[in-house]
């Protein structure tokens, strides 16, 4: 019999995590997979950990890892891949958003197509507003044009992944993981599967604005160099454009067709705009200085309290 995890990172969910737990529980009891469920308490402040113990005392095939603090969502989902042993596993949301129901039919899609993953596509998303949606779209479509890897559009970590991913994901050493950019770079043969997303169950969402557009940078800067690209084109077009002003002023000096003591205006457009683009420019390379001083740091991802 193959065996089963399935990883489900908590952050503040009290309200939702024994219904989630339940209606897990119920998928996977008719399933012919050996099954463990893998919560991963990314220090949470409220009675989470508690409801997860008095969970986990009752059932043999829930383990729960608790960090010593809040690591963010990317860490404990790698939390939960470095630490199952099964042969494939299932990456869920706590909050009922991804609809365990769907996991026979996931499985099901990966024995017909032999996949290696399958990654879920919203086809609706209930509760978000209309900015999520928009700025969710237009961002993956901007990744999908600047970034070496393809990534599929409206999916997010929800997703099956076998060994192989499994195996290979646990040898990747970047400490700033994105995830579902890291699953579809690994390759092997990853395959969608169409879902419709539900409302929130219960709770508020813990990726406000900040924490998305966090996410979004760390998405590009990761995946993409093209940035730096931009950069040098526009410190190139500037030269050329630069020249060839600088011949117009030095002959209209020589023979007289240019006034010297007007001008005033377009020099201070000149200073102010390419102060600007220099300040761009630098700002894009800090980023990405930014992330070489945080991978060499090699701290860990995450740092365990407890596994229980
Ligand atoms: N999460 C986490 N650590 C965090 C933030 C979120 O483990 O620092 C978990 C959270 O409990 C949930 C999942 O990541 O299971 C997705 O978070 P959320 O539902 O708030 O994001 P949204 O669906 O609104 O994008
Ligand atoms: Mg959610």
Redesign the pocket.
């Known amino acids: 019999m193959k065996s089963l995890s399935i990883i489900?990172?908590?952050?503040?969910?009290e309200q939702v995590i024994q219904q989630t737990y339940e209606r897990i529980k119920s998928v996977i009891s008719s399933l012919s997979y050996e099954t463990f469920i893998l919560f991963?308490n990314?220090g949470s402040k409220d009675n989470t950990l508690n409801i997860l113990k008095d969970i986990a005392s009752k059932d043999q095939c829930v383990k729960i890892i608790n960090f010593s603090r809040?690591f963010?969502?990317q860490p404990?989902v790698t939390a939960g891949i470095n630490h199952c042993q099964t042969d494939l596993a299932v990456i869920i949301?706590?909050?009922l958003?991804d609809p365990p129901e769907v996991i026979p039919d996931m499985l099901e899609t990966m024995e017909r197509e032999k996949a290696n993953v399958v990654y879920c596509v919203r086809k609706t998303r209930a509760g978000e507003s209309k900015f999520k949606l928009w700025s969710a779209k237009t961002f993956y479509r901007m990744l999908n044009r600047l970034s070496e890897v393809k990534f599929p559009i409206d999916t997010g970590d929800f997703r099956l992944i076998d060994s192989n991913i499994i195996r290979e994901f646990n040898q990747l050493k970047e400490k700033g993981k994105y995830i579902r950019g890291l699953i579809s770079w690994v390759g092997f043969k990853q395959v969608p599967f169409y879902y419709e997303r539900e409302a929130?169950f219960a709770g508020e969402?813990?990726?406000p604005l900040k924490r998305m557009v966090a996410l979004a940078s760390k998405a590009l800067l990761y995946f993409s160099k093209k940035p730096l690209l931009m950069a040098t084109s526009l410190g190139f077009i500037a030269v050329v454009v630069g020249i060839i002003l600088a011949l117009w002023f030095v002959f209209g000096k020589i023979f007289g067709y240019t006034n010297a003591e007007s001008g005033f205006t377009a020099l201070m457009i000149t200073v102010i705009f390419f102060g600007g683009i220099q300040l761009l420019t630098i700002g894009v390379l800090g980023q990405y200085i930014g992330i070489l001083f945080d991978e060499v740091k090699e701290r860990p991802e995450y740092i365990i309290e407890t596994i229980i």
């Open positions: 489900v990172p908590c952050y503040n969910e991963i990314d809040n963010g969502h404990a949301d706590a909050d958003q929130r969402t813990k990726y």
